[in-house]
């Protein structure tokens, strides 16, 4: 089991800044992937960002492409996403995931993430 508790949500106007954190415990060396997800009401969970947990590389959805980053710490087992350049679009509940298959990619598909968070609201106000 992996168990994922996620940070840092809240109010922000648009253009300010925000990072969300994601700590992982339990059985963490079978981590893959870990990924960041967001929903909106009445829309499906759309991916955000995602990282290799050993080796570190990343993804990105085209509309968070240069304004969010993700990260990790591999010693304190958490992953990070700053959101900068933050839009009123980018309000929605954010969810952290994590991958425990045995390959090399990040996947932007919601089913193949095993583990979930309960997730934090992002608001940006305008």
């Known amino acids: 089991q992996v168990q994922l508790v996620e940070s840092g949500g809240g109010l922000v106007q648009a253009g300010g800044s925000l990072r969300l954190s994601c700590a992982a415990s339990g059985r963490t060396f079978s981590i893959s992937t870990m990924g960041w997800f967001r929903q909106v009401p009445g829309k499906e969970r759309e991916f955000v960002a995602g990282?290799?947990?050993?080796?570190?590389?990343?993804y990105y959805a085209d509309s968070v492409k240069g304004r969010f980053t993700i990260s990790r710490d591999n010693a304190k087992t958490t992953v990070y996403l700053q959101m900068n350049s933050v839009k009123p679009e980018d309000t929605a509940v954010y969810y952290c995931?994590?991958?425990?298959?045995?390959?090399?990619?990040?996947?932007?598909?919601?089913?193949?993430?095993?583990?979930w968070g309960q997730g934090t609201q992002v608001t940006v106000s305008s």
């Open positions: 995931a994590a991958d425990i298959r045995i390959w090399a990619g990040v996947s932007t598909t919601p089913g193949d993430y095993h583990y």
């Open positions: 990282i290799q947990w050993s080796g570190g590389g990343t």
